[in-house]
């Protein structure tokens, strides 16, 4: 789901994404773990949830991915 990037929650607004691509260069793919928190509570309502790690091998993302259980 598309999340606005002026009327925002979190700290990934326009302006500070505007300014990560100079200093960590492009391409650079940006993570919210907020977002991602929120849709894994959402997902939990299931019995079972499962990930295929092909998806998304990002050590980081898979490490807040077992965080939440």
Sequence with gaps: MPHSLYAT????????L???PA???CP????????IRRQIAQLS???V??????????????RLMREQG
Aim: hydrophobic share 45%; charged share 25%; net charge negative.
């Design 49 to 62: 949830v499962r990930f295929a790690q092909k998806a998304c091998s990002n050590i980081h993302i898979l």
């Design 9 to 16: 929650d979190t700290d990934l607004t326009a302006d500070n």
């Design 23 to 25: 200093e960590f260069g």
């Design 28 to 35: 650079v793919w940006i993570y919210d773990a907020q977002i």
């Design 18 to 20: 505007l300014r990560l």
């Design 45 to 47: 309502q299931f019995d």
